[in-house]
């Protein structure tokens, strides 16, 4: 009788330790898509960014384009203003 109720537990623990395992793997598949999921947004992010930088950088520099143009205006207008 000790026997088998030993047995009983055994088989017990051993179904267990097998869904414990099962629940490890599942946790394991799932983290790694997560880790996957943070690394595109990441990388998202990071495209973004960049774009970002482009067009702020390229709007400044638009931005002191026209203002240069604007000085020769004004400069070629008080010129031809000191002629007349």
Do not use: P
Not at 1 to 17: G, H, P, V, W
Request: hydrophobic content about 35%.
């Amino acid at each position: 009788m000790y026997s088998t109720r030993s047995s009983i537990e055994i088989e017990a623990l051993k179904a267990e330790f097998s869904e414990a395992v099962e629940q490890s793997k599942w946790m394991d598949e799932k983290l790694n898509e997560m880790d996957s999921q943070i690394l595109k947004a990441r990388n998202t992010i990071k495209a973004a960014d960049r774009i970002l930088h482009m067009k702020q950088t390229s709007t400044r520099s638009e931005v002191f384009r026209l203002k240069g143009n604007y000085c020769h205006f004004c400069h070629f207008l008080a010129s031809y203003m000191s002629f007349r």
